[in-house]
């Protein structure tokens, strides 16, 4: 079975909710696939988005990559609105003085309908 990036708008993902935006860097850039967009945050703390599935997915892997975060929270949700959500991760990062941070999350399958659904 081929691995798929659940993730990616071409695959039905859709950013629901951003609490920043900016047009040269809007949030869909988060699941556009492309290592060239990203979205950007007017810097304010904490800064969160959420990421809907509009189908059952089950979530082995997370690769986050980012600059400048202290510390990243994702919760998930397995109702059809986007409520009830449940700490899944917390995390500090390590600081990286502007140098990309990666952070690969791997579990022992995250099994959810509409999630799991990020919250900076």
């Known amino acids: 079975m081929r691995k798929v990036d659940l993730c990616l ?8 909710l951003a609490t920043s935006s900016d047009e040269k ?3 869909e850039n988060i ?3 492309s290592p060239e967009t990203f979205w950007t945050t007017t810097g304010m703390f904490p800064q969160e988005f959420i990421i809907c599935f509009h189908k ?21 949700s397995t109702s059809k609105e986007p409520v009830d959500f449940e700490q899944w991760v917390e995390k500090d990062l390590v600081h990286t003085e502007g140098q990309l941070q990666n952070e690969e999350i791997v579990d022992t399958c995250v099994d959810t309908k509409r999630g799991p659904v990020e919250k900076l």
């Open 9 to 16: 708008s071409s695959e039905g993902a859709e950013v629901i």
């Open 25 to 27: 860097h809007p949030p």
């Open 31 to 33: 699941i556009d696939g």
């Open 56 to 76: 059952h997915v089950k979530i082995e892997k997370l690769v986050i990559q980012s600059y400048f975060v202290r510390t990243m929270r994702i919760e998930k």
